[in-house]
Structure formats: C-alpha cells, structure tokens
Nanobody, 124 residues
Framework: QVQLVESGGGLVQAGGSLRLSCVASGRTFSNYAMAWFRQAPGKEREFVAGVRRSGVGTYYADSVKGRFTISRDNAKNTVYLQMNSLKPEDTAVYYC?????????????????WGQGTQVTVSS
C-alpha cells in the first residue's frame, strides 16, 4: 500500500477558498488513481473528486462540480483539491485515497490506501 498524508484544511468563511494537498510515499505514485472523499459528523463517507493515473481524466460529485478542482503532480507524488466558493455544507473531514485500478472508482471500499484526514470547517 501507498502511504498518504493530507494537509491544508482549516477554518474559512463561506465563499472562501482552500487548497488541500496529499503527499504519497512508499510506492510508485503514478500507478494509482487518486480521489478525495469527505465525511461529515453522522454521515457516510462520500466521494468528492477523482483523477486518473496520468492526471488526464477527472470526475466530480455533483455537489462540488464547478467549485472544486482535483489535480495531481506525479513528479511531486502529490494530489491537490482546490476548493472555491465554499459553503457551510462542505464542512467535513477530507480524506485522500489511492487505488491501483485504471479508472476512477467512487466507492470507499474500492480504495486500498487512505490518509488520516484533514478537517475543513466553513462558517456561515
């Protein structure tokens, strides 16, 4: 498995922006599709965005489409989530995840490696 460490979370007002980063180590980063999930208190973990191994090909949940952008830098073993126009309902712990497949899975059970999570809180 690849080891993942997220950073960049914090407290922001509604309408603001944050950029999350996730650094991978231990395996060849470009062999993994990467995704961001989030989990709010009392709710199930949900898919937010995913990117293919090469970085060409992304997929977004409807709730974040047009506001969030996922990208990756394979030379830096890092995946990013740029979050703009944040809303209070975006408040959650955000996790990055890695999968060795060629597509972009959407279910948590499809991912074998997870980071520890980073808290994002959006105030109204």
């Amino acid at each position: 498995q690849v080891q993942l460490v997220e950073s960049g979370g914090g407290l922001v007002q509604a309408g603001g922006s944050l950029r999350l980063s996730c650094v991978a180590s231990g395996r060849t980063f470009s062999n993994y599709a990467m995704a961001w999930f989030r989990q709010a208190p009392g709710k199930e973990r949900e898919f937010v965005a995913g990117v293919r191994r090469s970085g060409v090909g992304t997929y977004y949940a409807d709730s974040v489409k047009g506001r969030f952008t996922i990208s990756r830098d394979n030379a830096k073993n890092t995946v990013y989530l740029q979050m703009n126009s944040l809303k209070p309902e975006d408040t959650a712990v955000y996790y990055c995840a890695a999968d060795e497949g060629w597509g972009i899975p959407r279910r948590p059970a499809d991912f074998g490696s997870w980071g520890q999570g980073t808290q994002v809180t959006v105030s109204s």
